[in-house]
């Protein structure tokens, strides 16, 4: 007597003892997608280091979280791309920043590292300024203007008697000026 054997699909052991499909077996190798890994300042001080030059593994040490959790976080959250033998950093996230423009000081939300730290430069020149009266660290920020996330440039404010003016008004702490949104 031959046997005759369907023309489509096998059906499992399971399946032919009339049990359903199992799902999330071999036939379906699509993984769920996973959440990125919550930031959290060890994280955020490991990435620091690593951006200033030191390996992922020195740089997780030192800020004390392991390895893997380091590049996890950077491989979610998208911060950087390795390319040949060096990391290329593409951190867009959103930063909450109060900068000193010629609007006075306004606070508003830039995406991604260069911005924000070149209003955190302007600001770091500004108080020394004013420490010393040395017009030539305001010189790099001659004509700068830093876009927000919508593209509405903001220029920062670099003339001397103007930001003497501001200083006697008061300020913020640093706290309340740099953040990271959410």
Known sequence: MARYRSKGPRKTKSQRRGRPKVLGSRTSRRRPKRRPTASTPELEKALRFVRGGNSQRLAARSAGVSVGALRRFIRENRLAKFKGQRWHFTDRRRRQIVAITRLGEKEFVVRG???????????????????????????????????????????????????????????????QIYRLVT
């Open 113 to 175: 590292f260069e911005p924000a730290s070149w209003a955190m430069s302007h600001r770091n020149a500004v108080k020394e300024f004013l420490e010393t009266s040395d017009v030539s660290l305001l010189a790099p920020f001659e004509d700068v203007s830093i876009p927000d996330e919508r593209g509405k440039k903001f220029v920062l404010e670099t003339r001397p008697n103007v930001l003497f003016r501001r200083a006697a008004a008061g300020g913020e702490p640093y706290e």
